[in-house]
């Protein structure tokens, strides 16, 4: 059964971490049911997502979901483009993403980097099939990237590399 959910009064499944200082903002389609039921982004226990943020140096030490108000400290910030509903990919309504809403973000809070956290996000959000990797167009001033899914049901598509390859560009401007 597929549960959806709406938060009451336009309240968001998990609360964006953004600010105006950041250098990179990780961006999904939506919380997965964890997520929601822990209130914390990347909860399930198969999501490579906090263990990859630590083993390619984005983070100086590991952190727990519960955290991820933390990552501001490391100049990094949170969102989803499904900010109303929980749920895997395929589950959710087509008019569930709101690119106008994550287009405001970005240009208001301008990070350096905006990167996608799956091609899916990248999709919806851009509108266009994309590679891994930077990307050749920007959102204003802000560089825009696709990464592998960490989610354990993207398993077969998992590859740290392109991970790797965006902290070492995060590391060229600080």
Same mark, same amino acid.
């Given at each position: ?16 971490? &953004? %600010? ?10 939506? !919380?997965?049911?964890?997520?929601? =039921? #822990?209130? /914390? ?60 809403? &994550? %287009? ?10 905006? !990167?996608?956290?799956?091609?899916? =996000? #990248?999709? /919806? ?50």
């Amino acid at each position: 059964m597929v549960r959806m959910v709406t938060p009451r009064a336009g309240r968001h499944v998990l609360p964006d971490v &953004l %600010r105006s200082d950041l250098d990179l903002v990780f961006c999904g389609t939506a !919380a997965g049911r964890a997520s929601a =039921a #822990a209130g /914390a982004y990347y909860a399930h226990p198969g999501n490579f997502f906090w263990r990859t943020v630590h083993a390619v140096g984005l983070v100086t030490g590991p952190l727990a979901p519960r955290e991820f108000r933390r990552l501001p400290e490391f100049g990094i910030g949170l969102t989803d483009l499904a900010k109303h509903h929980v749920g895997n990919d395929g589950e959710l309504p087509a008019d569930a993403f709101d690119t106008a809403a &994550l %287009r405001r973000k970005i240009r208001r809070h301008a990070p350096r980097l905006l !990167a996608f956290t799956s091609k899916n =996000a #990248a999709q /919806a959000a851009l509108g266009l099939a994309t590679a891994y990797g930077p990307q050749a167009f920007r959102w204003g001033p802000t560089a825009l990237w696709v990464l592998p899914s960490p989610s354990g049901q993207a398993r077969r598509f998992w590859d740290e590399r392109p991970w790797r390859d965006l902290a070492a560009a995060v590391r060229a401007f600080r």
